[in-house]
């Protein structure tokens, strides 16, 4: 990865001082803007694309938030901080930063509160299917695995999935809200303006250098400039060499826009700021909806089962290409198997497990003895290697089934195991920039995807949004305290 030099304060001319500037307008931006505005600085969004969003607007809408908001009390769930804590230190490590994870999960109510003043509404309504956006615009939901082992025996489930108020994807809708209160705050957001580097003043980040279609800018912060310009995706080079199990020519399973490319992270580290956990990221390969496909079961290329099917999509998909080479089926039949909206099909059908694994190029005695084994104990309604809970235990290609089949997710076939980088700037837990010796670099956050942040290893749908608004709202705060005393 090449760093951005930095430029020296003494080699420009500020066309302009603010408070507090903020690099890119996605989830975390947009939050550090508000939350800078709120602490009464004046403040500056600069944005490469024509107008805010980010991946973010793409996104499925999930923010992970917990301890007892406002929605859960209404769907009738109890919650506290430390049951939100417990469940994510196991399903986001190991590694998880503590006290990142304590501050979280305390101002976690007071988070959605938050959302919810700046306009993003959220509706009183439970959805059964986990793990992805609801269909309808139901606002609570499971989406990192809270009622699956291991997770159920280190906390009490809880679903912590909130969906702004909107039919299906609601991340464009939430894009929306938080624009329109970015837009109605007083601060100014430059578009099509891209930042090229940063202005730094003995060690001290003290500006940034933008460039758009009328020719450079450069904007001097008096608190600090907040970096939100999303992770690393789109620049191949970084994800070779940080991420190589995720590096494959197939365009879909980048999550992200193109301006994911890493130019956040590159500009930090030109200014002194050391990287983390840059070999982290999400790697989704959803089994559904509907949940009850997980009565299937998935195996690898020995023909064993490696994980529970029940658990959150992410577990699985990061499970399946680390662990087991992306060379997976999920076997299946035709009472299981139901036509779904991401385009699962039945590959292979066979009569029994022999012909099915002469078919898949498995061993056939050990894919038959992990049929066979399975299939006793999902009779039982026990499932003693992988804890998948009763209700999607179901004996396979058996009457009335007419035969068994798969559905091929290997990873050089058709299956997306949809995947956005996690790593990037150290930070401390108001989101300043750390370098190696953990000092921060005065003057210069770090937020959204640009930062490594909560999820140290593995990820549970709406963290990213939700660390992204919450530690940029911390970040801008922090900003903005910093300008006042300065
Ligand atoms: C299909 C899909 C579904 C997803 N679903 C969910 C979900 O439900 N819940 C969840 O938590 N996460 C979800 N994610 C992931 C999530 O959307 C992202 O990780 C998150 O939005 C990142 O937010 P961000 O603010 O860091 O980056 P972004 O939202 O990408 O914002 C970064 C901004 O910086 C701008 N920028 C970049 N470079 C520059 C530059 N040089 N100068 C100025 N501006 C620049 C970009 O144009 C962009 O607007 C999903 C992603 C996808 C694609």
């Known amino acids: 990865m090449d760093p951005i030099a930095t430029v020296d304060v003494r080699e420009v001319t500020f066309d302009e001082t603010v408070d507090v500037v903020v690099v890119g307008l996605g989830v975390a931006g947009s939050s550090a803007v508000l939350g800078a505005v709120e602490a009464g600085a004046d403040v500056v969004g600069i944005e490469r694309a024509a107008g805010g969003g980010g991946t973010s607007a793409l996104s499925g809408g999930l923010i992970y938030l917990g301890g007892g908001t406002e929605l859960q009390r209404a769907c009738g769930f109890t919650d506290t901080p430390g049951n939100m804590v417990a469940f994510l230190r196991a399903a986001l490590g190991p590694g ?54 291991p997770f159920d025996e280190v906390a009490t489930p809880v679903p912590r999935g909130h969906k702004p108020q909107w039919t299906d994807s609601a991340g464009g809708f939430l894009m929306e809200r938080l624009g329109a209160a970015v837009d109605t705050s007083g601060a100014r957001v430059l578009t099509d303006a891209g930042a090229r580097s940063l202005v730094v003043d003995d060690g001290e980040v003290v500006g940034v250098v933008v460039t758009g279609d009328g020719g450079d800018r450069t904007v001097r912060a008096r608190g600090g400039v907040v970096l939100a310009m999303g992770g690393f995706i789109h620049n191949d080079t970084m994800v ?10 197939n365009p879909a399973w ?3 826009t193109p301006n994911d490319d890493g130019r956040g992270i590159r500009l930090g580290v030109g200014a002194g700021a050391a990287i983390v956990r840059m070999e982290t990221f999400e790697c989704a390969l959803p089994l559904g909806p509907p949940h009850r496909m997980a009565r299937g079961i998935l195996v690898n ?17 990061l499970c ?81 089934a007419s035969g068994i089949g798969a559905v091929d997710l290997r990873v050089d076939r058709d299956a997306i195991y949809a995947t956005f980088t996690l790593g990037g700037l150290a930070t401390d837990v108001d989101a300043a920039a750390c370098r190696e010796d953990g000092t921060s670099v005065a003057g210069l956050y770090a937020v959204g995807r640009t930062a490594a942040s909560l999820a ?28 006042k005393g300065a």
């Open 240 to 249: 070779a060499e940080f991420c190589p199990a995720a590096h494959r020519p």
């Open 320 to 400: 399946a290409l680390t662990e087991q080479d992306g060379q997976v089926f999920m076997i299946t039949d035709d009472v299981i198997h139901e036509r779904n909206p991401i385009g699962l099909r039945i590959g292979f059908a066979a009569e029994g497990p022999d012909e099915l694994a002469r078919d898949l190029g498995l061993p056939a005695e050990t894919f038959a003895r992990t049929v066979g084994e399975y299939n006793a104990a999902a009779a039982r309604g026990e499932d003693p290697r992988f804890h998948k809970r009763p209700p999607f235990l179901q004996p396979i290609g058996v009457p009335p």
């Open 96 to 149: 998880v930063d503590e006290n990142r994870l304590t501050a979280y999960c305390e101002g976690s109510a007071g988070h959605f509160d938050w959302l919810v003043r700046n306009g993003v509404p959220f509706k009183a309504k439970f959805c059964e299917e986990p793990n992805r956006e609801s269909a309808d615009d139901a606002g609570l939901l499971f989406s990192g695995g809270e009622d699956s082992y």
């Open 301 to 317: 290329q020995r023909g064993e089962r490696f994980i529970n099917e029940d658990t959150y999509t992410g577990r699985i998909g």
């Open 254 to 256: 980048r999550i992200g």
């Open 456 to 483: 140290a290893h593995n990820y549970a749908s709406g963290i990213s949004l939700g660390d992204g608004s919450f530690f940029g709202r911390r970040a801008g705060h922090h900003a903005a305290r910093r300008a």
